[in-house]
């Protein structure tokens, strides 16, 4: 079936009759006793949690994550979220959906970014360096990975070459702070391209990702020493201390012991490495917030890994000066309507506070 609603353009007391992907299933009991059918739906635009009151055992069986559904229902706003109300669900044989429609990609395309990347390193001044990341990268195998996959499960960059976007972003902003902070480009570089390139694989393909068993029993910061060891021992005379930074960078690129960082960052290469990949990641995040949250109104939900409600609008500019009259009642508006009142605003935070919930 053709797909014409998607998820960013349901508001509040629409009628829906659409397909989805299920992220998410399980039943659920209400504080009634009655059991109900709580679900994550969602397509190329974003999801949606959603509810099912009736038949929730039934539909269970028969539905399970990863499984294309056309739903009919209508959208609810609940505690200042979107929620849909699911009237009827049913499932979806290959072929009556178009793929397309529900896996969310990079705005940019990754041939591209793959060749930007590679140009940023052939730019590069330190030869062994330089030699060891374009065997890498040029490998048949994690080049095809890289250009696919997701840069997680669902925090930041989780989307269909949102990696490859991730560490292009990161190798760009190595090569501009390299030279700002006086540190040497090279291990920047190369810290930025091979930090979280193990996740090819420690995450499976997407668009329903998971942990692999080598992600879950080894993870991407130790096997990222095992690919440095294997590429640079194909390469003559490789330094041995070189080799030792490098691999330094990878096993501290998460910056603490308790995010999964067997070392600290001990070298101002690997310190920047670590304050890039917390940047990048952080501001993606933001953005998804922005382009995905269903609260209603400019505030989003609380975001568990922001930790923080984040202001969806975007911020006033002002290219020209005001004058004076605009000024004024602008002023006399805002009290008209307590826009600006600060009991009001509190009041606002206070209700989004009562709300925080964790899921
Ligand atoms: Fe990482
Ligand atoms: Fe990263």
Known sequence: MKKTQFISMLGAKDEVE??????YI????????????????????????????????????????GDFVVVSGKVNAFQGRLQLIVDKVTKLNEGQYEPEDFIKKSNSAPEKMFDELVSIVNSLEEIYIKDLLLLILNEYEIKRRLMLWQAGKSIHH????GLLEHILSCTKLANILSVHYQVNRSYVVAGCILHDLCKIYELTEGPNVDYTEEGKLIGHLVKGLEVV??????????????????????????????????????????????LIDLMDSKMSSMDQVKKTDNSTGYWSGMIKHLDRVVYKNEL??????????????????????????????????????????VD
């Not at 659409?18 to 992220?23: D, Q």
């Not at 009634?32 to 929730?56: C, H």
């Not at 989780?158 to 070459?161: D, P, T």
């Open 18 to 23: 659409s397909s989805f992907l299920v992220k």
């Open 316 to 357: 006033p500019s002002f290219t020209n000066y005001q004058d004076d009259n605009v000024e004024r009642s602008e002023k006399s508006e805002n009290a008209k309507t307590n826009k600006s009142d600060p009991k009001d605003l509190k009041q606002t935070l206070g209700s989004k506070l009562k709300d925080f919930k």
């Open 26 to 65: 399980a039943v659920a009991t209400g504080k009634d006793g009655k059991s109900y059918l709580n679900l994550i739906l969602t397509d190329n635009s974003g999801e949606i949690e959603s509810r099912k009151w009736q038949e929730a055992e039934m539909v269970a069986g028969k539905i399970k994550a």
């Open 158 to 161: 989780a989307y269909q070459s």
């Open 229 to 274: 060891d294997h590429y640079a021992q194909k390469i003559k005379n490789f330094p041995y201390q070189q080799k030792m930074h490098i691999k330094h960078i990878l096993l501290s690129h998460h910056g603490e012991y308790e995010y999964g960082s067997p070392k600290i960052p001990h070298t101002s290469e690997a310190y920047l490495v670590h």
